[in-house]
């Protein structure tokens, strides 16, 4: 009775497997430079444009004596290798700053710890 059972699984198995693996795998190469394409110019440029109207850009802007309006009109006037260029800085910085404030903040947090510690 269990060698029938099993024979019956076995053909089962043996059904299903060829059924299901008609469908061949296609496997190929990827260039490195469809890897990692580069960024349209346009999209760059949109980026761009897009961190002059942050209200933090915006204020660091008039602060140096350059209204977002024109840094934007600045924008649209550069040639693409040289937004590629911009874009390129600008995604080459750090996301949050460069740590200054978390540091000063585990300093005051130890010397309160100090503090009451004592």
């Given at each position: ?8 699984i ?11 693996s ?16 580069p960024?349209s ?43 590629h ?15 200054t ?11 309160i ?6």
């Amino acid at each position: 009775m269990q060698s029938a059972a099993l024979r019956n699984i076995a053909r089962l198995l043996l059904v299903t497997f060829t059924l299901f693996s008609l469908q061949a795998a296609r496997a190929e190469m990827i260039g490195t430079e469809r890897l990692l394409a580069p960024v349209s110019a346009q999209a760059a440029r949109d980026t761009l444009a897009g961190l002059a109207e942050r209200a933090d850009v915006a204020t660091q802007l008039q602060a140096l004596g350059l209204d977002a309006t024109l840094a934007r009109e600045r924008v649209a006037a550069l040639t693409d290798d040289e937004v590629h260029a911009l874009y390129g800085k600008v995604e080459a910085l750090p996301a949050g700053g460069d740590g200054t404030a978390i540091a000063v903040l585990l300093i005051v947090l130890a010397l309160i710890y100090y503090k009451l510690t004592r």
